[in-house]
């Protein structure tokens, strides 16, 4: 049956399409492919593959039936179509943050850099007419608290809306929380809105990027504010994310006792993109592929460490790579997809309706005016215009790794995806060149990483992982 492999040390690791992977000996491996009768006679081997469909002996036709439903279930997302919804409700922000993918305005820039109500309606009537039962609309900005109004109109609007199409609605802003007050926490928690929001670590890390307009840190102030949302929403409701800078990439074991000494039980480590202001000032901010690979190792090992010991702490990154490869089923994660989640799985909403395939689509305009990503704007396009048009059906086509080079005979296709927009900023088109891109090379590395774990067949790991994936304290997964 298909699969692909990859010689690791004394081991061959084998992926069929739907994800199942085995580990074999080399020896092992070579008897395999040739069928060896010595093989055959090897019936724990022979059994193992057979049960992760990586050989069929007989009832062919039943094998391929049962593969088959497993490869739609992988490709659920695709059924889903369009269900993120990212919402810039305005462009300016009071904060300055050295990396800014948003490229941000002052925040006294005035009410021409902010969504309009009549825009925020028709986009969410574009995003309510998405054919997928479920809709997240996510509050972007800048900074979304300083066009809160808008906001909270968005929300009655889509609420009231959605009575008559009856779809899963969610809500999620994501804010530096530096200016929200009890009145904003209040909304939140009645209108069950969940709270992303950014800490880089502790006051020294965090307070060397997120800064205010005229200089000043914001950790004192986001320390402050954290405690006060979690308490009043709950802990459950509000999730962080450290953006990796030079400055933080050798100090992660920090970053994640900072998270957990302020009540925080999960941390998404994101490594920096030259977008936006990163780009200009790379020298300062940037770091090596593999410097990022060997701390993140470091920081996953300790981590580990900390769930054997009691502490339930996850790394949401590792989480979404390991629910793909040790579950049948897909996430949303639209960075992951192949075809590409970009424009099919979420789309973002500039401030006067533009509709782009993703933030980064939106930054690369922001940044020299290209507007190859742009697939139209909710006044003059309606959702068939939109999401029917030839350009996004252009990007879905070449953004299917199963037929890239490169891509179409990794090990960890199966687990992977592709992101247009970064390979056209390195190499000017939508494919790419596989593994020869920084996005390759990142995600093969972290893949790697897991498997190493896997591979070890260590139930105290394999337990930790269970429980991130179930959301669910160790305790409950080792009984």
Known sequence: MPFRFERKDNKVLLVNDVGDYCFLDKDQFHKFIKMDEEFVRQSEDF??????????????????????????????????FTSLHMFVVTQRCNLKCAYCHASSVDEACGKDYDMSVHTAHKCVNLALSSPSKHIKIEFQGGEPLLNFDTVKEIV?????????????????????????????????????ICVSTSLDGPLDIHDKCRRTRVGSGTYSTIKEKLSCVMEIMGHDKVSSLVTVTSFSVD???????????????????????????????????????????VNYKLVLDYIIHLNLSGIYFTEEFATLLLTRILTPF??????????????????????????????EARMLSKMNGNKIFCLGNVHSHSWEAIFCCDKLKGIIEESCI????????????????????RNYIQFGNISGHGMRSDFCRKHRSIFNILFGYLQQNNDNIEDVFWSWISSRRLSEISI
């Not at 469909?53 to 009832?59: N, V, Y």
């Not at 009655?156 to 009145?183: G, P, Q, S, W």
Request: with cysteine; hydrophobic share 35%.
């Open 251 to 293: 100090r992660l074991r920090e970053v994640v006792d900072e998270y957990i000494q302020l009540g925080l039980s999960s941390i998404f480590l994101r490594a920096i993109n030259p977008y936006g202001r990163a780009s200009k000032y790379w020298k300062n901010l940037g770091y090596t592929i593999e410097e990022f690979v």
């Open 47 to 80: 059994i193992n593959l057979q049960s992760k469909f990586m050989l069929s002996s007989d009832c062919l036709s039943q094998t391929l039936d049962l593969l088959s439903t497993r490869y739609r279930t992988k490709k659920q997302f695709l059924y889903d």
């Open 156 to 192: 009655e609007y889509a609420k009231e809306a959605n009575k008559i199409r009856n779809k899963h609605l969610e809500f999620v802003i994501c804010t530096n929380l530096t200016i929200i007050d009890e009145h904003q926490i209040d909304y939140l928690k009645q209108n069950n």
């Open 330 to 359: 897909p996430t949303g994660f639209v960075d992951l997809q192949s075809p590409t989640g970009a424009g099919i799985g979420g789309v973002i909403y500039e401030t006067n309706g533009d509709v782009y395939i993703a933030d």
């Open 402 to 421: 199963e037929a890239t080079p490169g891509c179409a005979w990794c090990v960890y296709q199966t687990y992977c995806g592709s992101d247009p927009v």
